[in-house]
């Protein structure tokens, strides 16, 4: 079931982990011992600022040195230094360890899951720009039902509270979804509009719907004895969500009929239609399934940290649509998988991860992540015309 | 008939350009396209001030010799020469400065600009601060316009005019002596002295049309010589001086319109003997090889009830009242000219043309609002005219794209049934001979008629009961085109009926046990037996009176 596409993620995800866990971190540490007259009275470092009887300490103090008080031989010595944060060879167990993947795993499911109903939308042609905005609003009303339920019966089994917040959170998104659909096919408008309407529509009334308030209060089964159980150590249950979302979206797009008529829809909309394919229906379905997706992927969210709020997911559409470029869909359609863009959405967090492990600066997380996206694309494409030209 | 060698000086009595200079002369001029020859030793001579129409059948290199002489195509030989000076052929540039325009359909305009911008695009005016001088561009589209029609605003933009105004516009940036752009040559040459109208009213009005026909007289009389490249009999008659007919991309005749009527004219395009011209002989003759001669079937068919019936299918600006009956084992041939309504046709009756109204019934159940899931549901399959625009997956392997439309029928509750699937596709490939690597491999690797074959596929078994095919067998080798006959037949003598459409005359005159004849949307006539010639069909489709249907 795996493409040449889809192990050449999975080497990169390999690859990336590799090199994480090869990397440390090592803490440079540059001081100045000072005199109580506060001079220098000697100079450790190559600091070329810093000269033997300067007196300095409140020059450094000022660049945001610290003063630090040692004992040496018995003697009290001050001086002042500074720490910089630099990259070595050698294991990393900042990393590589079982709660930080599994936390990766768990950040990168939030985006995969709904990346698996991008990605058949971007198959179809279309684009989807309002998941976002159904995550925030499935993931509020799936909250308030359960913080209500939870004030009501305070033990609720999570064999009733995980049935009905999944519903609740899928059946908000697949109505928002059936809107975008019916609202593409009916008014033949392009999805990017529908959907960048969406995107403002859907938030807002989760925002009205809340007052802007953030919904706490959630049954315990939901989630500390639900989504964030903990199991072997780790809190493990978005991630196995994310690979069977990831299984059964692969295996709707190649074994059924409705996966095939996406690609088909996608590649050739008229001959499409002259193969007898009730287009409209199947983009209106396939809105609906994206739709839906993404109220699961609030469930779990919600779940998880235990409160939704109107500001959730806000720019997790860009997240998303990335995670499935980056796992080779084609915005012309007709081209995407499931499980590429799986792959994808760990890839961007483990950029996002390696950024913070390593101790870089984390502004520039959305630097690196934007152009190992276009770099992603670029390479795709090559590669593509390669083969072509190789035939 | 008056027939003039090109070559020679012109015929003496002919009328208003008798003592007019040849202005433009083509000589020897021969074009291949892939393997078609559109143009084969072409020679003619225009004369300064007529207007000469170019007439032929479909395919007949009328356009394509319109296009050379415009510098849009690139001579394989031969040679233009214009007013003694040989034009350096295939270049637009060089065309234009010698005074060559141009004005056809698919000519590049820009809907969204006024019409002043459309005519001054090449150079628009710029004012002391670089930005457009609307007021100059205003007033140079007054200028080019106030001979043709000056009642067009310059200021509404071009998609809001109706068709006809918009032709007119493209005649006024043909008129527009302007210096061409960019270029430092500052020609006394880029005066219009040629202007070449392809099918100019193929979207117009009556009215339009005889306000276009007045201005190219118009024209005429000023000394422009105006080459009119046209199937519609009516329009030449009215507006032409001599006309040069085309068959197959060779020369026919060069004649005077005074001394020539329209049954010598449509003999001379479809040429005096009626035989199958000889690419496709070798094709009919294999079919006869194979012993399915268009008769035998029909007889015992001819009882049956209609597998398809047509009754009053009418669609806003496409058919108008269209009926029509197929029987089982009949094969209906639609004749007409490009244009004429029969893709449509075919589109209506397979319910993808939301806006007609009319009944369809196949195999006596209504299908007209059925869409196409319903049409094949009740056993209609449709080959599609450009199947690389409207038949194949690109992106999918051969496998899929046989099997995409019968997918739903083999699957249970939406999943595929995978060995189905792969049964059907691997029977359907061996039957029609798909010659390819693998079932997976995409269809941008086969020949144009591998791909043909990969959508007759799909409609190849017993369950389709009508076929529509449009131009079953454009673009491809003269040998898969004898495997589809062969196909063709073999699906008749199985019950199936079919509705063939085809541009290629002896194509569908060996298939077809009937033909209709379609002209702008509605039927025209019905021939059969000794009546099917392609004399009878070109005037029907011309819409000539001199021969009744009946």
């Known amino acids: 079931m795996l493409a040449s596409q889809e192990l050449g993620l999975l080497a990169v995800i390999a690859l990336m982990i590799g090199v994480l866990s090869l990397l440390g971190v090592r803490d440079t540490v540059r001081s100045v011992h000072v005199s109580p007259s506060d001079t220098i009275t000697e100079s450790a470092d190559a600091v070329a600022l810093a000269r033997p009887g300067e007196h300095a300490e409140s020059f450094f103090r000022a660049q945001g040195w610290r003063v630090v008080e040692r004992e040496r031989d018995g003697v009290t010595v001050r001086s002042i230094e500074s720490v910089t944060r630099g990259i070595r060879f050698g294991f990393n167990e900042r990393f590589f360890n079982t709660a930080n993947l ?11 899951v709904m990346a698996v109903g991008m990605v058949a939308i971007i198959i179809l042609g279309g684009i989807d720009l309002s998941v976002g905005s159904i995550y ?148 209106i379905v396939l809105f609906t399934l994206c739709g839906t997706l993404a109220g699961f992927a609030a469930a779990i ?68 992540i934007g152009l190992a996206i276009v770099a992603a694309v670029v390479i795709d494409q090559v590669k593509h015309r390669w083969a072509t030209v190789a035939r | 008939m008056n027939q003039t060698d090109p070559t020679s000086s012109p015929d003496p009595g002919s009328g208003v350009a008798d003592a007019a200079p040849d202005l433009l002369v083509v000589r020897h001029v021969s074009k291949r396209f892939g393997p078609t020859q559109a143009l084969d030793d072409v020679s003619v001579t225009f004369r300064a001030g007529e207007v000469h129409a170019l007439m032929g059948e479909n395919g007949a290199g009328k356009s394509t010799l319109g296009k050379a002489i415009a510098g849009l195509h690139k001579p394989d030989t031969g040679e233009i020469v214009i007013a003694g000076t040989p034009l350096r052929s295939g270049s637009l540039h060089e065309a234009f400065l010698a005074g060559v325009r141009i004005v056809h359909q698919e000519l590049a305009q820009c809907p969204n600009l006024s019409v002043a911008e459309n005519l001054c695009l090449h150079d628009l005016p710029r004012n002391a601060f670089g930005l457009v001088c609307a007021r100059s561009m205003r007033r140079r589209a007054r200028r080019l316009l106030e001979k043709l029609d000056p009642g067009i605003d310059p200021d509404s933009p071009l998609g809001s005019l109706p068709p006809g105004r918009r032709q007119i516009v493209q005649i006024a940036a043909a008129l527009d002596e302007r210096e061409s752009g960019g270029g430092g040559g500052n020609g006394g040459g880029a005066q219009p002295r040629i202007i070449v109208f392809d099918e100019p009213t193929s979207s117009l009005s009556v009215a339009e049309a005889d306000r276009l026909l007045a201005i190219i007289r118009q024209l005429a009389t000023e000394g422009l010589t105006c080459i009119y490249v046209s199937h519609r009999m009516g329009e030449i008659f009215q507006v032409c001086d001599r006309v040069t007919v085309l068959r197959d991309g060779r020369f026919v005749a060069t004649s005077d319109l005074k001394d020539i009527d329209e049954s010598t004219l449509v003999s001379q395009m479809i040429g005096r003997t009626l035989a199958p011209h000889v690419k496709e002989s070798a094709a009919l003759a294999a079919l006869a090889g194979d012993g399915v001669s268009p008769d035998g079937a029909t007889h015992a068919a001819a009882a049956a009830p209609p597998a398809l019936e047509v009754r009053a299918l009418t669609s806003p600006g496409k058919l108008d009242n269209v009926s029509i009956e197929v029987r089982p084992g009949e094969v209906l041939g639609v004749g007409g000219l490009v244009g004429s309504g029969r893709s449509e046709l075919l589109d209506a009756i397979f319910g993808l043309d939301p806006l007609a109204r009319g009944s369809v019934r196949a195999g006596g159940v209504s299908i007209d609002r059925a869409g196409p899931r319903g049409a094949i549901r009740a056993g209609v399959g449709y080959v599609p005219e450009d199947r690389r625009l409207q038949g194949l997956f690109f992106q999918l392997g051969i496998d899929e794209n046989i099997v995409m439309p019968l997918m739903p029928f083999l699957a249970r509750f939406g999943i595929r049934d995978g060995r189905a699937e792969r049964a059907l596709v691997r029977e359907r490939a061996d039957r029609l001979r798909v010659k390819a690597a693998s079932f997976r491999s995409l269809p941008g690797e086969l020949s144009g008629g591998n791909q043909q074959k990969l959508l007759i596929a799909r409609w190849m078994d017993r369950k389709t009961r009508i076929l529509l095919l449009d131009e079953p067998t454009r673009g491809i080798d003269i040998g898969t085109k004898t495997e589809i006959y062969r196909l063709v037949r073999e699906a008749a003598r199985d019950g199936a009926a079919v509705l063939l459409v085809s541009s290629e005359m002896p194509e569908l005159l060996a298939l077809s046990d009937r033909i209709v004849v379609l002209c702008e949307g509605r039927l025209t006539g019905e021939l059969t037996g000794e009546r099917m010639t392609q004399e009878n069909i070109l005037r029907l489709a011309t819409q000539s009176s001199a021969v009744k249907a009946g």
């Not at chain 1, 936390?103 to 995969?112: C, L, N, P």
């Open chain 1, 102 to 112: 599994v936390g990766v795993a768990k950040d990168a499911s939030f985006i995969a």
């Open chain 1, 136 to 283: 925030a609003l499935s993931g509020v009303a799936a909250a308030a039902v359960l913080a209500r339920l939870a004030e009501s019966n305070p033990g609720i089994s999570s064999l009733f509270s995980i049935p009905v917040g999944v519903a609740v959170a899928g059946a908000v998104g697949s109505a928002c979804g059936v809107v975008n659909g019916a609202a593409t096919v009916g008014l033949r408008v392009h999805p990017f509009i529908i959907t960048l309407g969406g995107m403002a529509v859907y938030r807002g009334v989760a925002f009205v719907a809340t007052d802007g308030q953030s919904i706490s209060g959630l049954p315990d089964s939901y989630t500390s004895g639900g989504f964030k159980a903990n199991l072997w150590g780790a809190n493990p249950v978005p991630m196995l969500i994310m690979v069977v979302v990831a299984i059964v979206g692969a295996m709707v797009l190649s074994l059924t009929v409705l996966g095939r008529r996406t690609f088909a829809i996608g590649g050739n909309e008229t001959a499409a239609r002259y193969a007898g394919i009730p287009v409209g229906r199947v983009k």
């Open chain 1, 301 to 368: 969210n919600t779940g998880y940290y235990g409160s939704a709020s109107s500001g959730d997911g806000s720019g997790y559409e860009l997240r998303v649509i990335a995670a499935a470029v980056v796992g080779g869909a084609s915005l012309s359609g007709g081209r995407g998988s499931a499980i590429g863009a799986t792959l994808g959405a760990v890839i961007i967090q483990l950029i996002d991860n390696g950024i913070v492990v390593l101790g870089v600066d984390s502004n520039y997380t959305n630097i690196v």
